[in-house]
C-alpha cells in the first residue's frame, strides 16, 4: 500500500515533505521522498502524518467516574472518595465507561496505551480495543504477611498469556505508600521471571515523602481505615526513588507523576527510569509542584505523556493533554512535546513503534491542513480547534474519519 502526503513527522528526523508511505503487512517499508503518478496510492496529499499518540499511563476502566469526583482538601480525601464512587460502579458501567473512553482517545490520535488494570476480568475487555498496549496489572496491598498470596494471583494472571496479539502485560504495584516493602520485591522477582515491564506511581504527592521520611499520618489513618495499616513498619527514611532503588524495583521502572523527584534525577539516570507527565491531571489537582519536566529532558531521562484518568481529569482527548502540556512547559518546546507523546512513550512502554521509519509498526495519524497553511509542522496539533485526528491507522488498518 501507498499513501501519498503533504507532510510526515517521522519523529527520527526532518519533516518530509510532498512524498510517498509505502506499508506493507501492517509495516512501514520505505518513506519516498517523492510521489508517483500511482492511481492506486491513497491520495492524502493534503495531510500532515506523524506516529500515533502512545498514553503510556491511564486508568481506562475508571471512565464511568467521569464528574463524579471533585479536587479535594487533600489527596487522602480524594482517594477516600475514589474508593467509594469505585466500589459502587457495577461493571455494566465500567465496561460501557471503557469504551467510551477509548472511543475519545482513538479519536483524538492515540493509537497505543499503557493503562493500569485492577479488576483481571477487564484485561480482556481492554485487550480487544484495538490499541496496541501494555495492560499493568495494578496490585495495592500493604500486610507483608499477604504478600505471597497476592503475588500467587498475580501470576495466575500472567500464566493465562497475553489478552491480544498486539497487547502484553506488565505489573503495576500502585505507589510507595500502599505496596508493602516484601510486596514490591515479590512483583519485581515475577517481572524478572515473565520480563513484564514494571510502571508504579511515585513522589506524586507531598505526603507520600513524609511517609517515607518521618512517616505521615493522613496516610497511615487511610492504610488504618481500611484495615491495612502494618503495625511494624518503620519509615525508611529515604526519598520515594531511593526508597524503591533499596528494594530493587527501581531499574527501568515507568514512574508515573514523579512531582518530587528534582533530588533523584542522577538516580533516574543510574536505573533508566522513565518518567511519564499527566498534564490534565496536574492540572485538575492544582499541582504547584509538577514534574521537572526540562531537567529530566537535560539529563536524558525519556519522558512520556498519559491522560490519568477520568476520576482526575476533565478529559481524556490527548490533543487536549498536549495543549495542557503546552501551557504548564514553557520551557519545552512543542518538538519536545510530540516527542514525549510518541517515541517517548514507545520508548518507556518498550514498543516497537512512535517513529515512522522502514521497519516500524504502521501505527499513525492524519491531520487534513489546508493548501494555504505555511506554518512549522510541529503546531498543527497543538491547534486550539481541533479535536480529532482526520486519519488513523494501527497496524497499517486505514480509517479515514469524515468531517463533521
Known amino acids: 500500500m501507498k499513501i501519498k502526503f503533504r507532510a510526515l513527522l517521522t519523529m527520527c528526523g526532518d519533516p518530509v515533505e510532498n512524498g510517498e508511505l509505502i506499508i506493507d503487512d501492517g509495516n ?13 496510492a491513497l491520495d492524502l496529499s493534503d495531510y500532515l502524518l506523524m506516529p500515533g499518540f502512545i498514553n503510556a499511563h491511564s486508568h481506562i476502566s ?31 458501567s465500567r465496561i460501557q465507561g471503557i469504551h467510551s473512553g477509548a472511543e475519545v482517545m482513538r479519536r483524538s490520535g492515540v493509537t497505543a496505551l499503557g493503562d493500569y488494570v ?18 499493568f496489572i495494578e496490585t495495592i496491598g500493604f500486610h507483608p504477611e499477604k504478600a505471597q498470596e497476592f503475588c500467587k494471583n498475580v501470576e495466575e494472571v500472567l500464566m493465562r498469556g497475553n489478552p491480544s496479539l498486539i497487547c502484553q502485560l506488565g505489573l503495576a504495584p500502585h505507589a510507595p505508600y500502599s505496596v508493602s516493602p516484601e510486596l514490591f520485591r515479590s512483583l519485581g522477582q515475577l517481572a524478572q521471571q515473565y520480563h513484564c515491564p514494571v510502571s508504579c506511581h511515585v513522589a506524586e504527592i507531598k505526603e507520600e515523602g ?28 529515604k526519598s520515594p526513588m531511593q526508597y524503591l532503588s533499596s528494594l530493587g524495583i527501581l ?45 529530566l529532558l537535560d539529563r536524558g531521562i525519556t519522558v512520556a505523556l498519559g491522560t490519568d484518568s477520568l476520576a482526575s481529569s476533565n478529559s481524556l482527548n490527548f490533543l487536549d493533554e498536549l495543549r495542557m502540556a503546552d501551557k504548564l512547559l514553557p520551557d519545552v518546546s512543542r518538538k519536545e512535546i510530540l516527542t514525549m507523546a510518541t517515541c517517548g512513550g514507545a520508548k518507556s512502554l518498550g514498543l516497537q513503534c512512535g517513529t515512522l521509519a522502514s521497519g516500524q509498526k504502521a501505527d499513525l495519524i492524519g491531520f487534513r491542513i489546508p493548501p494555504s497553511y505555511s506554518g512549522p509542522w510541529w503546531d498543527v496539533p497543538f491547534e486550539p480547534d481541533r479535536r480529532e485526528v482526520d486519519f488513523y491507522s494501527v497496524e497499517g488498518e486505514l480509517n479515514i474519519f469524515p468531517s463533521e
Open 251 to 295: 531499574d527501568r521502572l515507568i514512574a508515573v507523576h514523579c512531582n518530587y523527584v528534582s533530588d533523584d534525577l542522577n538516580l533516574m539516570v543510574e536505573k533508566k527510569v522513565s518518567a511519564v507527565f499527566c498534564p490534565q491531571s496536574s492540572e485538575w489537582f492544582g499541582r504547584t509542584n509538577i514534574m521537572p519536566v526540562r531537567a
Open 118 to 135: 485492577a479488576d483481571p476480568e477487564m484485561l480482556s475487555v481492554i485487550g480487544d480495543l484495538g490499541f496496541r498496549s501494555v495492560l
Open 28 to 40: 512501514i517499508v520505505e518513506i519516498a521522498t517523492q510521489s508517483d503518478n500511482d492511481d492506486a
Open 210 to 237: 513524609r511517609f517515607l521520611v518521618l512517616g505521615d499520618d493522613s496516610l497511615e489513618g487511610l492504610l488504618k481505615e481500611r484495615s491495612a495499616w502494618d503495625p511494624n513498619w518503620q519509615a525508611p527514611y
Open 62 to 92: 475508571l471512565t464511568a467516574l467521569e464528574k463524579k469526583l471533585s479536587p479535594s482538601d487533600s489527596f487522602v480525601n480524594w482517594i477516600r472518595a475514589l474508593i467509594s464512587f469505585n466500589c459502587a460502579l457495577d461493571k455494566d
